[in-house]
């Protein structure tokens, strides 16, 4: 069955260091989404990309966050500039068509020291 | 934004014993799903079901979309069910697609 893979597993970083955390979504998919979980808290939606841009961002999702489909396979997130409270578990996630299943991928945890 | 609520927020099970978690949304959505996250933080799908009732296994889940509800049964429960369980919604974004909100999660714990 096709899956969503997401690397690295497990990413620390330094406070201010810039980050890429990589996904590729299940090849046929259109919807390509962000999202993330703060350890013990529920997950939160970041960005959905569509068409090759963005269609909508969270509050979250500010001028430090990028996301970018650079080939037909790859979908990254980049933070510019990491603060300790960027500390968490990323998935991307895709879908087909509007409505479908969201596929998850395994998350990247962020560690930032 | 939508509200989802989900509860019993904690549950305490025997291995063996059968289990109903509640999700209530607040508006119309055009998706739900049902999550297990695993020990190592991975979300597992469960089920996809913005109406209707599905069943794989001993897990079944009923979505009744007019009242806003979904339920996800487990039924002889066994260790390896333990984990949080979170149930998400799906909303249509203007510029296409949909966006997932996550309800605050179900941690179950299933004892021998």
């Known amino acids: 069955e096709p899956e969503v893979t997401q690397t690295p597993s497990h990413q620390v970083t330094q406070m201010g260091q810039e980050v890429i955390l990589r996904c590729v979504p299940i090849s046929n998919h259109l919807y390509f989404y962000w999202y993330r979980q703060i350890l013990g808290q529920k997950v939160e939606f970041l960005v959905s990309?569509?068409?090759?841009?963005?269609?909508?961002k969270s509050e979250i999702f500010d001028d430090q966050f990028s996301v970018e489909r650079p080939d037909g396979s790859n979908f990254t997130l980049k933070i510019r500039s990491t603060k300790l409270e960027d500390s968490a578990m990323y998935f991307c996630?895709?879908?087909?068509?509007?409505?479908?299943?969201?596929?998850f991928g395994p998350g990247t945890r962020l560690t930032v020291l | 934004g939508i509200q989802v609520e989900q509860s019993p927020p904690d549950l305490i099970l025997q291995e063996g014993a059968n289990s109903t978690l509640r999700c209530n949304f607040s508006?119309?959505?055009?998706?739900l799903q049902w999550f297990h996250q695993n020990p190592w933080g991975q979300l597992i799908n469960l089920f996809y079901i913005p109406s209707g009732t599905k069943q794989n296994g001993r897990l079944s889940a009923t979505t009744v979309a007019t009242e806003r509800y979904s339920l996800l049964y487990i039924s002889s429960s066994q260790t390896t069910d333990s984990g949080v369980y979170f149930c998400?919604?799906?909303?249509?974004?203007?510029?296409?697609?949909?966006?997932?909100?996550f309800g605050t999660g179900t941690q179950l714990k299933v004892e021998l």
């Open positions: 998400a919604v799906g909303s249509l974004l203007t510029g296409g697609g949909n966006k997932l909100t």
């Open positions: 508006d119309s959505v055009n998706n």
């Open positions: 996630a895709s879908i087909g068509r509007q409505g479908d299943t969201q596929y």
């Open positions: 990309f569509y068409n090759n841009e963005i269609s909508e």
